[in-house]
């Protein structure tokens, strides 16, 4: 503790909404607090770092880092990667046998290693390859189209026919598919999504698992809503010691051996926070299915419950278990007595949003 000269934030290339930043600044001001040095605001592009801080990105960092004093994922909560494909979604999926296009970097033998649990899906960075992909997939029922950086399930497609695919893929901008990529995967009717995670921080490693509920996003479509987590003082194996249902525990093993295989195949990841996304449901031929839809090895949807839960854990050293909570509602309503309020205003694109999180016993 106190070994920061100070936490400051670290804004990431996209346009985030206010309410992001307004959540994104209070988890700084927590962290900061728990390591015991100044909050310092956002870091200003192109001011040299001097001194030893500790860093929280809006997203994984790519690319060297060094020039800011990073010794280690011990100086930041999320991750860094040495390409931008692997902070993505792209990832999870092998490519056609002979793609059009693929990024510097890509390794087939990571898709290979993790074919066992994602869904049946692929990953394309040309719009020929997405139609390619698409009608293989399609002769074992619908599909969805997932773009590789959205968050919260915006901007996923279902298609069902070779007619609805050539549809969607024609309102796609070839030039952002090759540059970002695309995923066509299994679409699974009524999945539940599992969360399984892990961060450290401050000498303490937590890990946890739990679900996530959807909210109406005020149009009508529905959007992320939250997490509910279970999260225990140690690594996955003092998780895996809770007494848990077979979903969950099989949601546990899919995202430690995707986990493994990410770090055995690039090895210059490095991340406190982990945190993989695991859908259970059935496919169109009624089949159970299980796989890892994505990792996030950045500040997320449930790092205000990792944030809040970390405060516990350091104030109570015998604490060895807890509940946290992330909540999101587009209504302009006061977060409820009892949890601990992220944002109330009306700075969404999608109108009043109230964020909030609470904690407690298991």
């Known amino acids: 503790m106190g070994a920061y000269d100070g936490l400051l934030l670290l804004p990431g290339t996209a346009q985030h909404m206010a309410h992001e930043r307004t959540v994104q600044r ?4 927590k962290l900061a607090a728990l390591l015991g040095c100044p909050f310092l605001g956002p870091h200003q592009p192109g ?12 997203d994984t960092l790519v690319g060297d880092i060094r020039h800011l ?51 049946p899906g692929y990953s394309v960075f040309h719009l020929e390859d997405a139609a390619e992909a698409g009608r293989r997939l399609l002769r074992d029922g619908p599909i969805r189209l997932k773009p590789v950086d959205a968050t919260a399930g915006r901007g996923q497609q279902v298609v069902r026919s070779p007619g609805e695919l050539d549809d969607a893929l024609a309102t796609l ?20 999504t599992y969360s399984v995670g892990q961060i450290r921080v401050a000498g303490i490693t937590l890990s946890y698992h739990g679900t996530q509920q959807l909210t109406d996003d005020g149009h009508g479509n529905p959007v992320y809503g939250g997490s509910r987590l279970t999260l225990v003082r140690g690594d996955y194996l003092a998780l895996m010691t809770l007494d848990l249902p077979r979903a969950v525990r099989l949601a ?26 695991v859908a259970q449901g059935l496919n169109a031929q009624g089949l ?57 205003g009306q700075e969404s694109e999608d109108g009043p949003l109230t964020k909030y999180v609470k904690v407690g016993p298991l």
């Open 26 to 29: 209070l988890l700084g001001e």
């Open 47 to 58: 001011t040299e770092v001097r001194g030893r801080h500790y860093f929280l990105p809006e």
């Open 69 to 119: 004093g990073i010794a280690g994922p011990e100086d930041f909560f999320g991750g860094q990667v040495e390409h931008a494909f692997l902070a993505t979604k792209a990832i999870s999926h092998p490519a056609l046998e002979a793609p059009r296009h693929l990024p510097q970097g890509w390794s087939e033998r990571f898709a290979l290693e993790v074919e066992s649990v994602t869904l």
């Open 173 to 192: 901008d070839a030039q952002r598919v090759e540059q970002q990529g695309l995923v066509l995967e299994e679409d699974l009717q009524q999945p539940s």
């Open 252 to 277: 546990i093993q899919q995202a430690r051996i995707f986990e493994l295989a990410a770090l055995e195949v690039y090895p210059s990841i490095q991340a406190s926070r982990r945190n993989y996304d």
């Open 288 to 344: 159970s299915r299980s796989g890892v839809l994505e990792q996030s090895w950045r500040v997320g949807g449930a790092s205000a419950a990792e944030i809040f839960a970390l405060e516990a854990f350091v104030k109570d050293p015998q604490l060895q278990s807890l509940q946290a909570s992330t909540h999101e509602h587009y209504r302009d309503a006061p977060p409820p007595s009892g949890s601990l309020c992220l944002y109330h």
